[in-house]
């Protein structure tokens, strides 16, 4: 018998900058929103994160910038990774407990 392939989960670092710009009453899902604007932004500017951070101070700039269809759209993603990373932990713990 062969044994069973374990795909190892990869865990992204998180940038050093990011204690920076998260603020203490941000939920996940706003850290969320804000994350991938931010990389959005960079990217198309070929600049660091934390410069495009310096110039978008909050969650408002990222919906005026974004509008309402993309912010549902990321929200949605969110919600998703989030239900599909639940379903995950609660496979693994079944199948430990048996």
Known sequence: MGKKKIN???V?????????WIMPDMD???IYLLERWLKAKAQESNREISDVFATAVRYDLVMKD??????REVNMEYNN??????KAYIEHYERTLK
């Open 12 to 20: 992204q670092e998180p940038d050093p900058m990011r204690k920076d």
């Open 28 to 30: 996940s899902g706003t």
């Open 81 to 86: 990774q989030q239900k599909a990373l639940s």
């Open 8 to 10: 190892k989960t990869v």
């Open 66 to 71: 974004w509008g309402l269809e993309k912010v």
